[in-house]
């Protein structure tokens, strides 16, 4: 069965650097989305996208945050300078086009901000 | 924001069904009633989703109230592997998922 996948599972950083995270979607998925989850809290939108372009973002994704889909498989998160706040669970979800909503989840990475 | 209400927490049998309500009072006609969970640490995990009508599927069966206002959703048989934060999610919107607090279902043995 076909399944997002996620790299790296882990990732530490130090305060200030610039992360990337990848996901691969589901091969004939149209539509990708980022969630991030701070410990003990609940999952949160950050951003879709859609035909190479986002379509909505939420205001925790700031001027720090971008996304990109540079090849015909991968969804990148960028986070240009990484802040202590942000070590969360990231998760990558992506959707096939049609008239069903559902997203298909990714298994995470875990950024920790040291 | 989620525009739903449910139980915080619910314990069930391992082996027996298992029942997790939802109120969705506000619901408009167009609108589907979507559930998905969250495995301890993991991605979350769609579930099932309905609009009108009674739904199943391998994981789960939805069963909507004739007036829509709530739902349940039912796992035959449930097992400690079911164990997980459970949510009721009603949206028009393909852009996001907006996650509530869930109901956090424990599978005792």
């Known amino acids: 069965e076909p399944e997002v996948t996620q790299t790296p599972s882990h ?20 539509y990708f989305y980022w969630y991030r989850q701070i410990l003990g809290q609940k999952v949160e939108f ?3 996208f859609y035909n190479n372009e986002i ?14 889909r540079p090849d015909g498989s991968n969804f990148t998160l960028k986070i240009r300078s990484t802040k202590l706040e942000d070590s969360a669970m990231y998760f990558c979800a992506s959707r096939v086009r049609g008239e069903s909503y559902e997203q298909y989840f990714g298994p995470g990475t875990r950024l920790t901000v040291t | 924001d989620a ?18 309500p939802c109120n969705h009072s506000t619901i408009s006609g167009n609108e589907y009633v979507y559930w998905y969970r ?55 919107s393909y852009d996001k998922v907006i996650f509530g607090p869930g109901t956090s279902l424990s599978v005792i043995p």
């Open chain 2, 3 to 20: 525009k739903t209400t449910q139980p915080p927490s619910m314990d069930c049998a391992e082996g027996r069904a298992a029942n997790l």
């Open chain 2, 38 to 92: 969250q495995i301890h640490s993991q991605g979350p995990q769609y579930i099932i989703h309905g609009l009108k009508n009674n739904e199943t599927n391998e994981m789960a069966s939805l069963i909507i109230t004739e007036d829509r206002k709530s739902s349940t959703l039912i796992l035959p048989h449930a097992t400690l592997r079911d164990t997980a934060v459970y949510y009721c999610i009603v949206e028009t």
């Open chain 1, 46 to 48: 950050l951003v879709s």
């Open chain 1, 11 to 30: 990732q530490v950083t130090q305060m200030g650097q610039e992360v990337i995270l990848r996901c691969v979607p589901i091969s004939n998925h149209l």
């Open chain 1, 55 to 68: 379509s909505e973002k939420s205001e925790i994704f700031d001027d720090q945050f971008s996304v990109e």
